[in-house]
């Protein structure tokens, strides 16, 4: 089955500054790659995803890009603030998996004003 | 307003006793999923479920079992066979037409005494 690696496990910047999270995963089959943010007791929040026939993707701070021969993919967020404080998990899907997720182990982000 | 609701948010029950998390949606989406979380590590698929009456086993099924009689509803029942069942347990969906997008509910975290 798909094994997801996330790192790094924690990660620490000052308000500002960019941030960076990377993914690998095992399964070529895999087309589905989504970022998402959880606080503190929360459900996870879909925050950016990108298919399996794009390179990359940006929605105002945040970025997403994807290298398929290499199996990885990697979370960008800019101009970082304290409200991006959170945990966030990659994860993988597609091929026979019907929808299923496999996440990485989680990223905990801390922007310090 | 719609969305994913789980019920209660947190739930606490004595060792051996059965206990079922409840996880609604009118999102009218067709695939629903239950995800279990522990301290410091990624989300684990318990059970998903495509459509109504018929669901399958994640990867950590063992000491779980579900029901999906209506499309709205996928309750979540923690077995006393479950060796560990204190965890944060989340639910998700998603309208399986070639979208890949799966959202959370708010989650709830169970401990058991």
């Known amino acids: 089955g798909e094994n997801v690696e996330q790192h790094p496990s924690t990660l620490s910047v000052q308000e500002g500054d960019s941030a960076v999270i990377k993914c690998t995963y095992s399964d070529s089959a895999s087309n589905y790659f989504p970022w998402y943010k959880q606080e503190l007791g929360k459900g996870p929040q879909l925050i950016i995803d990108i298919r399996s026939n794009v390179g990359e993707k940006k929605d105002q701070r945040i970025a997403v890009t994807l290298n398929k021969t290499a199996k990885h993919f990697s979370l960008h967020i800019t101009e970082t603030q304290p409200e991006d404080s959170a945990v966030y998990f990659c994860a993988a899907a597609g091929g026979t998996s019907y929808g299923k997720l496999t996440f990485g182990q989680g990223t905990i982000l801390t922007v310090h004003p | 307003d719609g969305g994913i609701t789980q019920s209660p948010k947190y739930l606490f029950r004595k060792e051996g006793q059965n206990v079922t998390l409840s996880c609604e949606q009118n999102l009218n989406h067709d695939a629903m999923y239950w995800y279990r979380q522990d301290p410091g590590q990624g989300l684990r698929l318990i059970y998903y479920s495509q459509i109504v009456n018929d669901f399958q086993k994640g990867d950590i099924a063992e000491g779980y079992s579900v029901s999906r009689e209506k499309k709205e509803s996928f309750p979540l029942t923690v077995t006393s066979a479950q060796k560990n069942p204190t965890a944060f347990y989340l639910c998700?969906?998603?309208?399986?037409?070639?979208?890949?997008?799966?959202?959370f509910g708010p989650g709830t975290r169970l401990t058991v005494l």
């Open positions: 998700a969906s998603r309208i399986d037409r070639g979208v890949d997008e799966q959202f």
